[in-house]
């Protein structure tokens, strides 16, 4: 099928450069396995696993039929005050693999719902305790928490921020994670833990008793997969017990075996407080979001209620909507089925040895990766982001996903690729960049 550019004018594109989309589109007609096809019939290997919410790939008939099934036997119904049988079993199975004490799950149906959802809890958990003065959130720069208004507001990123200047101002940002000294560190940088001590020093500014919770994600994945320093993780714990902060993990990108473990809080060993996750929950199937929490939270905003009343004044429509539980549950299914995560976690040292052979190249500043994700940072050319723009296009028309930030291209190949579709991403990632 041909599409004109004014068949396409009427939907208005999310973080897209509709003008020239429209006139050259790249249109996705069919998902099956590790492959996608454009509209012009051109196969193309899906190297970020979507926006890194697919890693059992597309077309997963289980999940599908779970849907299906779900839809001609109970397609909706309330959320608040009445329920459906999945969000019970789906809550139960993400708190077989959230860490201990983490054991309680509120639905949300996006990434960014779950960083609103969790900036509330922090707020109610506060005044439950008491300390309603703690009105101030901190995160990082180079952060990414999605486009609601709590989310926006966290992020880290100019140009995500600066049309909104205003809309809840109280939030400092900590230094983000990169130093040029760590350049194509494979893991964990060595140095860099002592940036978490810009809590410290916020603690110092403001005062710890005025912060409700800081929000990291683990690895900071949009902007480009900066890895958490070896102990600056622990170090931000650290300081969050010593003020009574409560410590936000974003694990969007990061939760879900991405890393080799269920979720990042596991595999760097740092437990927080509150965990957000979305996209891989549900393969990217269907939207969906969560936010899991520590015991003591949900138990401290549950009981400071009065009895018979609402405990948290919070909730979505479409919290644990019927289909998305449906498609959470066989997702999670398969996960622990098909042992997806050790499977990640074996795929991972044959990517990164791919990736991190392209260091020859001139074109490229910096490689950072941990387990199934990383990035390849290309030096700049011309205006901010316009060479990442370009070479995303043209991996795309070579038969390549991968989605860019500024220059850096983010690659999340999907839990089920065989080595050779990862000789197939190095090939073509080479071969690209080659003729910059
Ligand atoms: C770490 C992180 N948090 C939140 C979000 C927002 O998720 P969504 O786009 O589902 O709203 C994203 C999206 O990429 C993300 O990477």
């Known amino acids: ?16 450069n509709n003008r020239d989309f429209k006139e050259n589109p790249r249109i996705v007609v069919r998902g099956e396995g590790v492959y996608l096809t454009d509209h012009m019939g051109g196969k193309v ?4 696993s979507g926006l890194f919410c697919c890693p059992l790939g597309h077309g997963r008939s289980e999940i599908a039929e779970a849907v299906y099934k779900q839809l001609l036997e109970n397609d909706y119904a309330p959320s608040f005050q009445l329920a459906t049988p999945g969000s019970f079993e789906l809550a139960q199975k993400l708190t077989r693999i959230t860490p201990d004490p983490i054991n309680h799950v509120f639905f949300v149906n996006s990434g960014s719902e779950s960083i609103d959802t969790a900036l509330k809890i922090a707020m109610a958990y506060h005044r439950a305790c008491g300390e309603a003065q703690r ?7 180079r952060a990414y928490h999605g ?9 880290g990123m100019v140009k995500n921020r600066e049309t909104f200047t205003g809309v809840l101002p109280n939030i400092v940002c900590m230094r983000h994670t990169w130093l040029e000294e760590n350049v194509f560190s494979r893991g964990q940088p060595e140095s860099g833990a002592e940036l978490a001590d810009d809590l410290a020093r916020f603690c110092e500014t403001y005062g710890g008793s005025t912060i409700a919770a800081v929000f990291v994600e683990p690895i900071a994945g949009s902007t480009g997969v900066l890895v958490p320093p070896k102990g600056y993780l622990e170090r931000l714990r650290k300081i969050c017990d010593d003020h009574g902060i409560l410590l936000v993990f ?8 991405r890393l080799g473990g269920p979720f990042a809080s596991q595999v760097f060993d740092v437990t927080p407080d509150i ?4 996209k891989a929950l549900t393969n990217g199937c269907q939207p969906m979001g969560a936010v899991a929490v520590r015991d003591e939270i949900y138990e401290t905003i549950t009981s400071a209620a009065p009895e018979n009343s609402i405990e948290f004044f919070h909730g979505y429509t479409y919290s644990g909507h019927p289909t998305a539980c449906a498609a959470g549950i066989a997702t999670q299914d398969i996960y622990t089925n098909e042992n997806m995560f050790e499977r990640a976690a ?13 260091q020859d190249m001139d074109c490229i500043k910096d490689i950072r990766g941990f387990g199934l994700l990383c990035a390849v940072e290309l030096k700049p050319k011309g205006a901010p982001g316009a060479l990442g723009t370009q070479i995303q296009k043209d991996l795309f028309w070579n038969g390549l996903h991968v989605k860019f930030t500024g220059e850096s291209g983010i690659v999340a190949p999907p ?11 190095i090939d073509k990632l080479r071969m690209t960049l080659s003729t910059i």
């Open 135 to 141: 009105t101030r959130f901190v995160s990082r720069e």
């Open 147 to 155: 486009v609601n208004i709590g989310g926006t507001s966290l992020s």
């Open 1 to 16: 099928m041909q599409y004109m550019a004014n068949t396409l004018e009427n939907h208005w594109m999310p973080f897209t």
């Open 275 to 278: 965990m957000t996750m979305a």
């Open 45 to 48: 290997l899906d190297g970020s």
């Open 415 to 425: 839990f089920i690729s065989e080595k050779s579709h990862i000789d197939e991403m």
């Open 250 to 257: 974003d694990e969007v990108i990061c939760g879900f075996g």
């Open 346 to 358: 074996d795929l991972a040292d044959y990517f990164l040895d791919g990736m991190y052979d392209l």
